[in-house]
Structures are given as structure tokens and as C-alpha cells.
């Protein structure tokens, strides 16, 4: 499938999951627009290798205003936005009674708020240009909830229902609006919550074994390359009656 011609904009892929799907989008032929945090250049050396344009903008995503900046820039420097992956998003571990207020309210605006701005702000150039992808990265805790993830969890419900009725706004145009519910994938993200466990002995593959052995029946990380060629199929033409689904990529963690 070729994407030649196309603009995708990837939150959050300076690392992780956002770069695996930059690189797969990259790969079918399209243009990106990385956003993250830290040191974007290695980023943008591996997905400019594929020969599309390249951009990075440093938005934080946490600002509605910053959002918008770079929504312009998409529109001034690549002449629109034709896919948008919502991919950056933070965790924080707590149970609710300790539960930082102020983590409560960034992991709301990154996880959460940030989707409805980016999706608002993208879809009159998608409606527009009678063609668009929107792919929320939510997760499996946007299906069920775990211990200590309150705000995590509250977010990504909220990027699944947010989903559907995107996907209901646009149902009779060329626009999709779908998302990814992934398990446990092997990132910064989620090696921070492997540290934690690690803390009481230092062990890294028991800690990482455990992890697994709790919710992921396969006992195998998902992969952000896997992530990437599943966004890949929500682009394409087969997937054009694919709208609001909440596709789960989870080493059997749901069918339990
Ligand atoms: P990661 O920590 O590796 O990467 C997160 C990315 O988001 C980084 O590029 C970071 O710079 C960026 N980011 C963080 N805060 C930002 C902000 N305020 N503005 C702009 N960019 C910001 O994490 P990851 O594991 O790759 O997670 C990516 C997405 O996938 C998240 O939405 C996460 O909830 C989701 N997810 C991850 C897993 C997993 O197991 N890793 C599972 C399910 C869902």
C-alpha cells in the first residue's frame, strides 16, 4: 500500500510505540510530523531514511494552544494533516487515595484532552480534502481497569468513547476514526513500571516475567512494529468501513 503524497502527524513518537508507527507510515511512502520530548534527531534520521519530507514539532501536548501551533505548522509546512495518530500519552502508579492531584490532571490533559483538541483541530482539512485517518493509541485499559491506574484508566475509556463518536461524525465521509488497545508493549512506559518491581531485589527478568505472567497470556511483549503495520491496515482501502472499533493487540490479556 503506498501513502506517496500523504501527511501523517504521530504524537509522541520521538520514542516507543509513536516511533514504530511513524516508521511504518514512513516505510508505505508518507510524510511525517514527529512530536515528543528529548532529543528528536535520532528520530528523524531513521524515519527520513524512507525518503519522505520530515518535520518534528515540540509540542506539549498537555497545552490546547501549543496543539494548535503545531497543527499549523502541519498545514503551512506539508500543506495539511491527512493522518493523525494520538499516540502520546504518560502513566503514573498510585492507589486513589494517594494519588497525586496534579498527575491526575496531566495524565487527563495528555492522555485525554489532547485527542479531542487534535481531532477537532484536523478534521475541517481532512472533511475538506474528502479523505482522512484518525488512530487513538488508547489500550487495554480503555476496556477494563486495573489496580492503582485511576487516572490511566479513566483517560483511556474516555479515548474509546471518544472514538465513537468521531467515527459517528464522520461516518458518511472518507474520514475513520479508530482505536488501538494494546497490552503490554516493552517501552520507556512501561520499563519504568518493570524498575518499580524490581526495586525490593534488582531483578529485571523476574520482574519483567511477573509483569507479563499477570495479564498477557502469551507472555510476550507486543511490539511497536506490530502496532505500526496494524496502523498501516487502518489506512488502507480494505479498512475503510473499519469506524470506532476498539481493536485489541494484547497477547490474549482481554480474551480472559
Ligand atoms: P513512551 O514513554 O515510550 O513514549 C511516549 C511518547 O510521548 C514520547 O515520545 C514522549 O516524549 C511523548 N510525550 C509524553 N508526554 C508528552 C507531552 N505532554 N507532549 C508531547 N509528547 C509527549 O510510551 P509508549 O509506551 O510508547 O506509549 C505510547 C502510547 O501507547 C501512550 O498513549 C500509552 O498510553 C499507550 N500504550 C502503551 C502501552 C505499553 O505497554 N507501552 C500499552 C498500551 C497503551
Redesign the pocket.
Known amino acids: 500500500m503506498s501513502l506517496q503524497g500523504k501527511t501523517a502527524l504521530v ?9 514504530g508507527i511513524a516508521l511504518s507510515l514512513a516505510k508505505a511512502g508518507a510524510n511525517l510530523i514527529l ?4 532529543d528528536a534527531s535520532a528520530a528523524l534520521v531513521e524515519v527520513a531514511k524512507y525518503g519522505g519530507k520530515v518535520g518534528h514539532h515540540p ?4 497545552d490546547p494552544a501549543q496543539i494548535a501551533d503545531m497543527i499549523s505548522y502541519g498545514r503551512r509546512e506539508f500543506g495539511g494533516i491527512d493522518i493523525l495518530v494520538n ?5 503514573h502508579v498510585a492507589p486513589i487515595e494517594e494519588f497525586p492531584v496534579e498527575r491526575w490532571d496531566s495524565i487527563i490533559a ?2 485525554l484532552s ?1 485527542v479531542f483538541h487534535a481531532s477537532r483541530l484536523v478534521l475541517p482539512g481532512m472533511r475538506a480534502r474528502g479523505w482522512g485517518r484518525i488512530i487513538n ?5 480503555g476496556l477494563v481497569g486495573s489496580v492503582n491506574k485511576a487516572a ?1 484508566v479513566a483517560a ?1 475509556h474516555g479515548v474509546i468513547g471518544l472514538t465513537k463518536v468521531v467515527a459517528l461524525e464522520t461516518a458518511s465521509t472518507n474520514i475513520t476514526c479508530n482505536a488501538l ?10 520499563q519504568q513500571q518493570i524498575d518499580q518491581r524490581a526495586l525490593s531485589d534488582g531483578d529485571q527478568d523476574r520482574a519483567r516475567r511477573e509483569l507479563l505472567a499477570e495479564k498477557q497470556p502469551s507472555l510476550e511483549f ?1 511490539s ?1 512494529d506490530q502496532l505500526g503495520e496494524l496502523s498501516l491496515f487502518l489506512c488502507s482501502e480494505a479498512a475503510s468501513q473499519v469506524r470506532g472499533a476498539a481493536w485489541n493487540v494484547d497477547g490474549g490479556w482481554l480474551a480472559q
Do not use: E, M, R
Not at 12 to 18: E, K, L, P
Not at 59 to 62: E, F, G, M, N, T
Open positions: 504524537t509522541g513518537s520521538t520514542s516507543g510505540i509513536g516511533l512530536n515528543g520530548f528529548g509540542a506539549d501536548v498537555a499516540n502520546a500519552g504518560i502513566q495528555i492522555n489532547a493509541i488508547a489500550s487495554v485499559h490511566y483511556k488497545c494494546p497490552g503490554w508493549v516493552l517501552t520507556p512506559l512501561v507486543v511497536p
